[in-house]
């Protein structure tokens, strides 16, 4: 048989491109043997230019020609191996095996029309290679037999090798896009590496502070792990610890005789760790965040490819190590309140969801605790933010040392605080709630300021105040709500009737809002009589809702109600108005020489904007200054400059001032001198007990003197009989004010009483 021409059947020389052009080969007529020969050397040559192995399968004979370059690419030299089919179904991989045979069938029958396969084949060593072959078939003249099939084999273990590494490297590349957690990113990066170059094991560690913590090392022993875990870095502290501490790549070829491993060599020996190098995994703004190692199982130092995998494996390290930190970080400033480093509102809503989750499940009870500073605004607003910051950190720090280790403290907003108390069968909430009372109670001393901070607790548990998380949590701030109105400073455990108070709350907000603004109010007026003379001087503007679902709303919690939901200053407004309008309508009716007297809340009072809402008032309704009386509390009667500048404003308007319920509050007597007042009017609590206290009576005594030696008139509230007003008149009161002379009644029936008058 003779080969009587090839086509394209040459490549350039050293070239590793595979073949897309088949050759093509026919049997040519005896006389041709010398151009058969030329043919058959050129050909050799061809495929040891292009350095791949020649086969030649002689299909009737069932021979095989193993061309040398074949036979060297499994390890063999040119004298080994037999030229039989057996040899190469010995050599090639089990698993490959029935597949390869398969598509040659197909192109001999013609149901394919070419033949190319990759397969994996032992090297003599004992190791895989992955091999191209392609072949075409040589056909008898003239019946066009197949006689002969000719292929070529390259060897692409490189090329696979890479392609799987590849792979692999889009692989983790997608999970770290998909957000898989570090360690498994880590376990990946470890393997992909160890299966590029078998025997390699590698190792990551994060860089915590001065710490070496294990992040993954898949194929390390245990025990290793757990010896490495929370080393200290340092300059000889193996390779990972000195590479971190310098920043820069560490290579040690023996383990055993290197000094950088001299402390810590006797935990890696032993399990047959005898190399190792590392390279720094640095941020994108160079930070070192810990180190990427391999080791061998012997001294070596890396080659150029290992090198460059060092290099490559620590970047790709660096991506997920930098992500997953960035993600702690976000996660610590969700999940952590920055002032006080408690767990933060969104973290208790986790943690309480998972415990109602637990609980339900295995039918346990727990407790809710909420806790809410008392009044903390005026330390905010007197002593500054700043300060009011330290005072948060250190109830949180009381807290967390009031609690038992398991409590679950967080800080919600503000002042707010809750607590979470399992196990309460052996040890009940109201231990911790008294525990949490008497540690933030103890005196503090900040910015030299000695204060002694209180709070209140609101109580409610689990499933027996509510089986969700939003109803035990309102259970919770409703007796949270509860215990202040209680007076402050306690705890208060729920019950269902403090539901109903709660929502009775909310709906006067939501009513009281939409009466304000729809002038909904009334006003009625009680007098205030001269002791003398028996004559009255001067009505107090009182307001009334009566609202047509929830009735009547005392003006107490009303007016209570407003100062919260910020609808104090409309209602002021209005009451101010109106008020001065009937004066002035009185007025025009002949009754002379009234004062109308308006109360102020003290927030009011001292906003910036008060002073043209009485301008205006008083330019509004006509209303003379000296008939309109302002009452305020004893809280705004201190030296502070903004109460001082505008009482003087005020009187220097002509407007009358007066002190209402005083001895009640925490005035000082030393500040009065600086207020220019008109009249102190003294509480009813003090009028109620003068009959039979003998020290109420001198206390009142004390203050009527007082206040006329200081050029105040003294008004007593509350005046309910005879024996009252006669004593009060005896020892000089100036008017008084009570039911002896009048309840609050409307405008008309002022009219009337003054018109008897």
């Not at 080994?80 to 197909?106: A, F, Y």
């Not at 104090?568 to 002379?592: D, N, S, Y």
Request: overall charge negative.
């Amino acid at each position: 048989m003779d080969i009587l021409s090839t086509q394209n059947n040459t490549l350039p020389e050293g070239s590793q491109q595979l073949r897309t052009v088949p050759l093509v080969l026919k049997v040519a007529p005896k006389n041709t043997a010398s151009e058969l020969y030329k043919s058959e050397e050129r050909f050799s040559l061809a495929m040891r230019g292009a350095n791949d192995g020649l086969w030649d399968w002689d299909l009737e004979k069932d021979d095989v020609y193993y061309s040398p370059r074949w036979k060297s690419m499994l390890g063999y030299s040119e004298d080994e191996l037999e030229h039989k089919l057996t040899t190469w179904e010995t050599l090639v991989h089990p698993d490959d095996k029935d597949r390869v045979l398969e598509k040659i069938q197909d192109y001999l029958s013609g149901r394919a029309n070419s033949f190319e396969v990759e397969m994996r084949m032992k090297h003599k060593n004992g190791h895989q290679i992955f091999v191209l072959s392609r072949a075409l078939l040589v056909l008898r003249e003239p019946d066009k037999k197949p006689t002969r099939l000719v292929g070529t084999h390259i060897d692409i273990t490189e090329r696979k090798k890479a392609d799987v590494f590849n792979d692999k490297n889009a692989h983790v590349l997608e999970m770290i896009a998909m957000g898989r957690t570090a360690p498994e990113v880590y376990r990946e990066i470890a393997l992909m590496y160890e299966d590029r170059h078998p025997g390699l094991r590698c190792s990551m560690l994060e860089l915590h502070g001065n710490k070496l913590l294990h992040g993954g090392a898949p194929s390390l022993p245990k025990e290793y792990c757990e010896a490495v875990h929370g080393l200290e870095n340092g300059p000889s502290v193996g390779s990972c610890g000195t590479s971190t501490y310098t920043g820069k790549r560490v290579i040690v070829e023996n383990i055993d005789t290197d000094p950088k491993w001299e402390k810590i060599k006797h935990v890696a020996l032993p399990h047959g760790m005898r190399c190792c190098w590392s390279e720094p995994i640095k941020s994108s703004s160079g930070k070192v965040l810990g180190a990427f190692g391999m080791y061998y199982n012997h001294p070596a130092v890396p080659n150029k490819e290992e090198s460059k995998d060092l290099t490559s494996a620590a970047r790709l390290a660096s991506i997920v190590m930098e992500r997953d930190q960035a993600q702690k970080r976000i996660h610590s400033l969700a999940y952590t309140d920055g002032l006080t480093e408690l767990p933060s509102r969104a973290y208790f809503y986790q943690k309480l969801e998972k415990t109602i989750r637990i609980s339900d499940r295995y039918h346990r009870r727990f407790g809710l605790l909420y806790l809410d500073l008392d009044n903390f605004k005026s330390i905010n607003d007197s002593l500054g933010h700043s300060t009011g910051d330290l005072l948060l950190k250190a109830i949180a720090t009381r807290l967390k040392d009031a609690c038992r280790e398991d409590d679950f403290v967080a800080r919600l907003s503000g002042d707010e605080f809750c607590i979470i108390v399992e196990g309460i069968d052996n040890y009940s909430t109201l231990n911790v709630a008294q525990r949490c009372l008497e540690a933030i109670a103890q005196p503090i001393e900040l910015l030299s300021r000695k204060i002694t901070p209180a709070c209140s607790i609101g109580i409610a548990h689990y499933p027996d105040d509510g089986e969700d998380l939003s109803s035990l949590v309102k259970a919770a701030d409703t007796s949270l709500y509860a215990a202040k109105e209680n007076g402050r400073n306690q705890y208060t455990f729920y019950k269902p009737e403090l539901t109903l108070k709660t929502e009775y709350r909310f709906q006067v907000e939501q009513y009281l809002r939409e009466a304000i603004e729809k002038k909904q109010l009334t006003l009625v007026y009680q007098p205030q009589i001269n002791v003398i003379t028996g004559k009255i001087i001067g009505v107090e503007a009182l307001s009334r809702w009566h609202h047509p679902v929830l009735g009547h709303v005392s003006p107490i919690y009303f007016i209570d109600t407003a100062e919260r939901i910020g609808m104090i200053k409309p209602l002021t407004e209005w009451v101010l108005m109106t008020a001065c309008r009937q004066a002035v309508t009185w007025k025009k009716h002949g009754f002379h020489n009234l004062h109308m007297a308006v109360n102020i809340s003290p927030s009011h009072f001292i906003d910036k904007a008060i002073m043209p809402l009485i301008i205006h008032t008083i330019d509004e309704t006509g209303i003379a200054p000296a008939e309109l009386e302002l009452e305020v509390t004893e809280s705004v009667a201190q030296t502070d400059s903004r109460n001082l500048s505008i009482f003087k404003d005020l009187k220097d308007l002509g407007v009358k001032l007066a002190i209402d319920d005083f001895g009640t509050g925490y005035s000082s007597f030393s500040s009065l001198k600086h207020l220019n007042v008109d009249c102190l009017k003294i509480d009813k609590y003090f009028v109620d007990d003068m009959i039979a206290d003998k020290k109420a009576l001198t206390l009142i005594s004390s203050m009527i003197e007082m206040g006329r030696n200081l050029g105040y008139k003294i008004t007593a509230e509350g005046v309910e009989t005879s024996e009252q007003f006669n004593v009060l008149k005896k020892i000089g009161c100036d008017n008084a004010q009570g039911y002896l002379f009048s309840k609050p009644v409307n405008a008309n029936e002022i009219s009337t009483l003054l018109e008897k008058q």
